[in-house]
């Protein structure tokens, strides 16, 4: 929950300084806010000294996993009983992604998904933001093909189970 509250402060914060108007729906505000973030690379700067300012707490742990924010298209290969498996939009690197609250593929209703989503490095993890957009269920062809993918990517070492320091 202290992740949760301290990027939602932020990305709220990212509203505001964007001009976007609040709405009744805090997820499409969050969505909003991550997507002007994404896109204009001192706004989470801003916004968490912002915030600071105000006196809120933001915990380093947190503010760091904030700065990390990768905002992207992502893969979703299967779910473990430890972690999502997402492959990057290159499909060069795959990482061992955890959820803040419900499970990915309980979020997007299915394995073989492609979506865009926020990833950050919090406690030596990478953790899924779980703010979905413009999921993309994927057929059996594509998911063979990510498979294949994903067993040359682990034998490359390129799959990230943590952060390395």
């Not at 914060?13 to 805090?26: I, L, N, P």
């Not at 904030?66 to 893969?75: A, D, M, N, Y």
């Not at 498996?85 to 992604?97: G, P, Q, S, T």
């Not at 594509?142 to 320091?165: C, D, M, P, Q, W």
Request: aromatic share 8%; net charge neutral.
């Amino acid at each position: 929950m202290c992740f949760i509250d301290g990027y939602k402060a932020v990305l709220l914060e990212v509203c505001s300084m964007a001009g976007s108007r609040r709405t009744k729906d805090v997820i499409n505000d969050l969505a909003d806010a991550r997507s002007y973030a994404a896109i204009n690379a001192k706004a989470l700067d801003c916004a968490i000294g912002m915030v600071k300012d105000r006196g809120e707490l933001l915990s380093s742990e947190v503010e760091s996993a904030i700065r990390s924010l990768r905002v992207g298209r992502w893969f979703h290969l299967r779910h473990t009983t430890r972690y999502a498996l997402l492959l990057d939009e290159a499909v060069e690197n795959a990482y061992a992604i955890k959820a803040l609250t419900n499970p990915l593929h309980e979020v997007v209703g299915a394995n073989a998904v492609s979506f865009e989503v926020g990833v950050v490095e919090y406690k030596s993890q990478y953790v899924c933001d779980g703010i979905i957009l413009n999921p993309l269920y994927l057929g059996p062809g594509v998911r063979k093909s990510l498979n294949e993918a994903y067993a040359r990517i682990k034998g490359e070492g390129h799959f990230r189970t943590s952060v390395v320091a």
